[in-house]
Structures are given as C-alpha cells and as structure tokens.
C-alpha cells in the first residue's frame, strides 16, 4: 500500500526513503550546486503551483456557468469545492522560502530545503488530483445536461 502511495503522491512517504532519496539527489554535487538543484526544484513547483491556480480560475468560471445555465448542481457545486480545496492547497506552496538560507549547518540547511520541496511536490500533486476530478465532475455535469 505505501508503494501505491508513494507512486500517487509522487514522494516516498517513509522518512528513511526520503532520507535516501536526499542522499541519492544531491550525490556528487558539490554544497552550492546541490543547494542550487534543490532550490530549482522547489521554484520549479512553485511555477506550477502558479500556473495550476490559473487553470483552476477557468475552471471555477465553467463551474458557476454551469450553476447558472441549469448544469446538476451536486456535480457542479462538489467540482467548485474540490476547487477551492486544491487552489488552498496550490496557494499554500506559494510561502517564502527564505528559512533555508540562514545561518547554520549546512547539512541542516539542505535537509530543510528537501523537506520544502518534498512538500511543494506532495501538495501539488494532491492539489493537481482534485482538479482533476472537479474537471471530471463539471464534465459529467455537461453530459448529464446534455441528455
């Protein structure tokens, strides 16, 4: 089940693993580049959190369309919902992360950077699946309007 779960949330969920992946990631390079290729991951997953919220924005538009042009409300207002929670979610990754760079011990500092983008990656995904069943939803409200 923890593979399934892992492969869903795209992170391993154990902290041993996660541990290993951290390791694994930043290998060979050296303090500033492995500090760098992990800050590009995290403002990577801010970008798309960016562009998610944008989609999310149409999608909310085509749902009130629907409420008012007689679209099921159960499906359409059970699609806003999964909406704002994935938007709540996307806007969530949208914090600063300014923690990393103060002083201190450079292992702890890359520790707490991998944790952020560990968890920007956890919460996009979930915020990616709940658009996507929302679109699911107002596209099955379309259908059952249509017939």
């Known amino acids: 089940m923890a593979g399934l779960l892992d492969r869903v949330l795209g992170v391993p969920l154990s902290r041993a693993r996660r541990d290993a992946l951290m390791v694994n990631t930043i ?8 500090a760098a290729y992990v800050l590009a991951g995290v403002q990577h997953n801010t970008e798309k959190a960016g562009a998610l919220l944008a989609a999310q924005g149409i ?3 085509a749902c009130t369309y629907g409420l008012d042009h007689g679209w099921p ?3 359409a207002i059970a699609a806003i919902l999964l ?3 994935g938007a709540m979610l996307a806007m969530s990754m949208l914090r600063s992360t300014a923690a990393p760079f103060r002083h201190g011990d450079h ?9 952020v983008l560990i968890s920007r990656m956890v ?10 069943l929302s679109v699911l939803l107002l596209g099955i409200a379309a259908i059952r309007f249509a017939y």
């Not at 290998?27 to 492995?34: F, I, L, Q």
């Not at 292992?107 to 944790?115: G, K, N, Q, V």
């Not at 919460?123 to 996507?132: E, M, S």
């Open 83 to 85: 909406l704002v929670a």
């Open 107 to 115: 292992d702890a500092r890359m520790a707490t950077m991998f944790h």
């Open 73 to 75: 409300r159960s499906l």
């Open 27 to 34: 290998s060979g390079r050296s303090g500033p580049d492995a």
């Open 123 to 132: 919460r996009f995904n979930i915020a990616l699946y709940c658009t996507f």
């Open 59 to 61: 999608f909310a538009i």
